[in-house]
């Protein structure tokens, strides 16, 4: 009883825990800024099963790009409105209605397809180091989607300077 | 030598058949017992990480006052102990038995866990660096990046500490120390492209392994990328002459203004295990980790880290503190060009002059 796969299972229900809860944070808080730290903690623990799964690069990548540059611009914006500290504001606004609505849509949609989809568990082993190939794919296979999301992401940070400039 | 240089090896390969005769005495599968010895190890190394790097911080602490005390012309600490050697564990005690003061209006819980996120990550970066020959705590893949991502946490821990006191202060100087992690952290991850880029690989243990033939900081490239990481590095753990984020003499002691006793302390010893990383990173990354001739290869290591150390409490204590346009200015348009050349230079050298 007591195997490896064993400490996997209890491994990932913690880790989903954490998920959970920081998510739940990240919505029904009222203070904006433990809000924020809520969907940090949610990020961690998707960062967590990530490693579980071995996938250690996503999961390294999903920790400086989710929690060093997302959470922290998050932050950073937080800090910089006003009334920062005696804010206890309500989480609800006019659009609730509707946001849950397109939630519900969503949650509904993607269990759907979970539900349905024949997952392929024997044939999604893991080969070797996987890093270098994928630097090799991006860079062949994938070039023309890398670099249509390059052009993408310059054009974001254009238009971000002249909003900026005004 | 050859015993000196094993040590440490042996000793974890003893504690590990240990273990191993110990819980697989219980008559339990063999999957269960690996799966328990290695997690119990993995306890024993991270405890064994944990308890070095706080003797490390308690003799950097020492040793900042001294060379401070020899660049200014003083004795330095000298009552406590031989050459005042104990003065770090003085100054330990009184911090354990300061009186921890909340303000009235600050964040609780937020103020509590901030100088645990700030200290949590800089201990989680030792888990990859290469002490010596075998003794990664755990060699990743992905090393390199395991390093930037931690040290990026971080600077949430000084976000909380700026918002949980309540106290403009302390927000200003967690802004300050956010806006500039943010920016120095670009050319500090530009900079270490060259290295990837020269080792093929990302595992600190590889890049040490291909720096037996000559230490990367002996390349030009190299020696321009070593350069750009220490300064970045510096700046980001704000270190004078980068430390805007707690200038005493603009906004008192920036984020850590509403700590005391040893949530201070806490934050105290994140900012020199940060010190201590950077420094141990740039060892790895071009002064060779641990490859050296004669003494033993945990020595070695040891000491090019401390020889970082040194020249960076020579720069705090020579260098006055910048202006918060002069930082940013450096960063963007000093630091961030030069490691871009830098990488384009050492893949078309390495295209041109590839020799495997």
Not at chain 1, 52 to 76: D, R
Not at chain 2, 127 to 149: C, R
Not at chain 2, 188 to 206: D, K
Not at chain 2, 295 to 304: R, V
């Amino acid at each position: 009883m007591l195997t490896s796969q064993f400490l996997t299972y209890v491994a990932f229900f913690v880790l989903a825990a954490i998920t959970l809860i920081g998510g739940f944070m990240a919505v029904t808080l009222r203070n904006i800024f433990r809000a924020a730290l809520g969907l940090v903690l949610s990020f961690m623990g998707v960062a967590g099963i990530y490693f579980l799964l071995e996938a250690e690069f996503v999961a390294i990548v999903q920790i400086i790009i989710y929690i060093g540059a997302i959470a922290v611009l998050i932050l950073f914006a937080i800090m910089l409105t006003r009334g920062l500290m005696s804010s206890a504001t309500t989480s609800l606004n006019g659009q609730w209605m509707g946001a849950a609505f397109i939630g519900v849509l969503m949650f509904a949609i993607l269990f759907f397809v979970v539900i349905t989809t024949q997952w392929p568990l024997a044939a999604a082993q893991t080969v070797g180091d996987l890093i270098p190939k994928l630097g090799a794919e991006l860079v062949t296979t994938y070039l023309l989607p890398f670099e249509a999301v390059s052009l993408l992401l310059l054009a974001a940070l254009v238009g971000a300077i002249v909003i900026a400039r005004e | 030598m050859d015993i000196l240089n094993k040590l440490f090896t042996n000793i974890y390969d003893a504690i590990n058949a240990f273990l191993n005769g110990l819980i697989g005495g219980f008559g339990l599968t063999a999957d269960a017992v690996s799966a328990i010895v290695a997690a119990v190890m993995g306890l024993l190394v991270g405890t064994a990480v944990l308890l070095f790097g706080v003797g490390v911080v308690l003799t950097l602490i020492w040793l900042e006052r001294k060379v401070a005390a020899r660049v200014q012309d003083r004795v330095g600490p000298n009552r406590v102990g031989p050459f005042g050697l104990i003065q770090p564990v003085a100054d330990t005690v009184k911090m354990f038995i300061k009186e921890d003061i909340v303000p009235t209006n600050a964040d609780g819980l937020v103020h509590l866990l901030a100088p645990v996120i700030a200290l949590a990550p800089a201990v989680l970066a030792f888990v990859v660096v290469p002490f010596g020959q075998g003794m990664a705590p755990a060699d990743l893949n992905i090393g390199v990046l395991w390093i930037i991502s931690v040290s990026s946490i971080g600077t949430i821990g000084l976000f909380m500490a700026g918002y949980g006191s309540n106290n403009k202060f302390a927000l200003l100087g967690g802004m300050r120390a956010v806006a500039q992690a943010i920016s120095y952290e670009v050319p500090q991850v530009l900079t270490i492209v060259p290295i990837i880029l020269l080792a093929g690989s990302m595992s600190l243990v590889t890049i040490v392994q291909k720096q037996s033939a000559i230490w990367y900081v002996f390349l030009p490239v190299g020696l321009i990328a070593f350069v750009v990481y220490y300064i970045s590095a510096l700046a980001e753990v704000n270190r004078t002459p980068f430390d805007l984020p707690e200038g005493e003499s603009e906004i008192v002691a920036g984020h850590h203004t509403e700590y005391s006793g040893m949530k201070f302390g806490l934050f105290y010893l994140a900012e020199y295990f940060n010190f201590f990383i950077v420094c141990t990173v740039a060892t790895t990354l071009f002064l060779g980790g641990w490859q050296g001739p004669f003494l033993p290869s945990w020595l070695w290591f040891i000491l090019k880290t401390y020889g970082l150390i040194i020249l960076g409490m020579w720069i705090r204590m020579t260098i006055p503190r910048f202006r918060v346009d002069q930082l940013m200015k450096f960063a963007w348009q000093v630091l961030v060009p030069i490691s871009l050349v830098n990488i384009i230079l050492t893949a078309l050298l390495l295209v041109f002059f590839k020799t495997g």
